[in-house]
């Protein structure tokens, strides 16, 4: 009898028919025109566009993959894993997308040997394209001791690069509009 009870509680509750977990829609934040509130959208806005974002990622992803190639011998740089995006929680209220590019694995590790050349090879690469905030390096690695290296941009993009058993390689963009959905948003914007 008293699991029914329990049960029929639990359900009540979960399923909305009480006011435990309610909230009442305030409606949109003011300013916000069907794109965002003024704060949110207005860092977006002057901010590249995500196709340009993803054009520099992967020709950043190119030129480190080959220099770690060269580096490494017998390295061959393979994507292992699709890109996928996700809306922004600090961004909320726009239609702005973090990219979380694919993981970029060779079989062949980076040597304790080498890391140093490798990893200073991505902190140069990186910097071209504005991911100069180097937050984390493995420093005099030895024999096969996991190593990893991780540089931000100033727009919370992040780039992981390590090795132990594999070397792996990922970049993840902070949160950009699209060049439609930013056109969208300064059509609908009052004048």
């Known amino acids: 009898m008293w699991r029914l009870v329990i049960t029929f509680l639990l359900a009540f509750a979960l399923t909305g028919c009480g006011p435990m977990f309610e909230s009442e829609y305030q409606g949109p ?6 794109y965002g509130a003024p704060a949110e959208l207005e860092p977006l806005l002057a901010r590249r566009d995500a196709e340009e974002v993803l054009a520099d990622r992967d020709r950043m992803i ?3 993959t080959a220099e770690l190639s060269r580096i490494v011998p017998g390295s061959t740089w393979l994507p292992n894993r699709d890109e996928r995006s996700s809306e922004c929680g600090e961004f909320g ?10 993981n970029w694995v060779s079989k062949v590790p980076v040597p304790a040997a080498l890391w140093d050349q ?3 090879a991505v902190i140069d690469i990186a ?5 100069t905030d180097v ?16 540089i931000s941009d100033s727009e919370d993009g992040r780039l992981s690069f390590g090795s132990q058993t594999n070397a792996v390689l990922q970049v993840v963009t902070g949160c950009y509009l699209t060049a439609e959905n930013k056109r969208k948003a300064r059509e609908a914007a009052p004048k």
């Open 93 to 102: 209220s726009t239609d702005a997308e973090r990219y979380f590019g694919r």
């Open 127 to 131: 910097a071209k394209y504005g991911y």
């Open 29 to 34: 934040a003011e300013g916000d025109y069907g």
């Open 135 to 150: 937050t984390g390096r493995s420093e005099n690695p030895v024999g096969d001791q996991a190593t990893d290296l991780t």
């Open 62 to 64: 190119t030129e480190i």
């Open 118 to 120: 490798a990893s200073q």
